[in-house]
């Protein structure tokens, strides 16, 4: 079973649960939110001891 992390929508602020691939050290991608249905940058690491860090950011946020 995945482990899910829950995030704020960067656009609608309301909360949303991303399933993570903790396998993988690193990842990148984009998951449309399930409430306003826009674009959310999504950027996924995972720390020396399993801690998994999860950063979501709007299509134009740098």
């Known amino acids: ?8 929508c960067p656009y609608c602020g309301e909360p949303i ?5 903790d396998s993988v050290d690193h990842q ?9 249905c826009r674009p959310i940058n999504v950027l996924v690491t ?3 001891e399993g ?3 999860v950063v979501a950011r709007a299509e ?3």
Do not use: K, R, W
């Open 60 to 62: 134009n946020d740098v």
């Open 51 to 53: 801690e998994v860090n």
């Open 46 to 48: 995972t720390g020396d």
């Open 28 to 36: 990148q991608y984009v998951e449309d939110c399930q409430v306003c």
């Open 17 to 21: 649960d991303l399933f993570i691939d």
């Open 1 to 8: 079973m995945l482990p899910f992390e829950s995030i704020l």
